[in-house]
């Protein structure tokens, strides 16, 4: 079995926890743009604003659907998504044990690498907000290069940019479709980052990040 030297992280809810981060940005702007106006019950808003945001629309149509479904004036629709671009970044927050995990592969000799689909500065603002650019290798962001998960072609950018093969190689992501089974494909193992235990497909499966050293250190036993 080849030994492993190079482990790659998807972002959004792998390394950040991003219904958190969500729900910290919607009570924010409910209060900045008085939208107690327009909707009486916070709590809804903060429902829609996540729900919205975990089916991957483009955030302009985003906010259009939140204006048509809590009839917000229709004047609040640049400010509002100026301002997700702007400072969403700074409610983003990791799961527990995130910075750990990094610093002990780090500290282990492993090349680190990031695939995350997005647009290019909103998924970097996000990196650097969490403060952990710094430990990666190499970050692949889908809209700088025009690729997504789950084409092969972007994992194996991410390889090459890491000068690693897929032998070596760890996938860390919570994406079944996304993350594990295009890596499983191209050769690497995989980590999937769930609660869900009876799910057969990944090489391994857990949902706190600090037992991810340990995982690897078992896949080059």
């Not at 829609?48 to 204006?67: G, M, W």
């Not at 004047?75 to 799961?95: E, I, K, M, R, T």
């Not at 994406?175 to 089974?181: G, T």
């Amino acid at each position: 079995m080849s030994t492993i030297d190079t482990i790659i992280f998807d972002l959004d809810q792998t390394l950040l926890d991003k219904n958190q981060s969500l729900i910290n940005f919607a009570k924010y702007q409910y209060e900045r743009f008085a939208l107690h106006t327009f909707i009486a019950d916070r709590d809804e808003f903060i429902a829609k604003f996540t729900e919205l945001n975990n089916r991957l629309l483009p955030k302009e149509d985003v906010y259009h659907e939140l204006i048509g479904f809590f009839k917000i004036e229709d004047a609040l629709f640049s400010p509002l998504l100026n301002d997700l671009n702007n400072h969403f970044h700074q409610y983003s927050v990791g799961f527990p044990g995130m910075n750990e995990m990094l610093l002990s592969l780090k500290q282990r000799g492993y090349k680190l690498g990031m695939i995350t689909n997005g647009r290019e500065f909103y998924q970097r603002n996000k990196v650097n907000a969490l403060g952990i650019m710094e430990l990666f290798d190499d970050i692949v962001i889908s809209g700088a290069v025009n690729l997504r998960k789950h084409d092969h072609a972007i994992f194996q950018l991410s390889l090459s940019n890491l000068s690693s093969s897929s032998a070596q190689s760890v996938f860390v992501g919570d994406n079944l479709k996304a993350d594990i089974i295009p890596a499983n494909e191209l050769g690497m193992r995989t980590i999937l980052k769930s609660n869900d235990h009876s799910i057969k497909y990944p090489d391994a499966i857990c949902h706190d990040l600090r037992e991810i050293p340990a995982i690897i250190h078992r896949f080059s036993a």
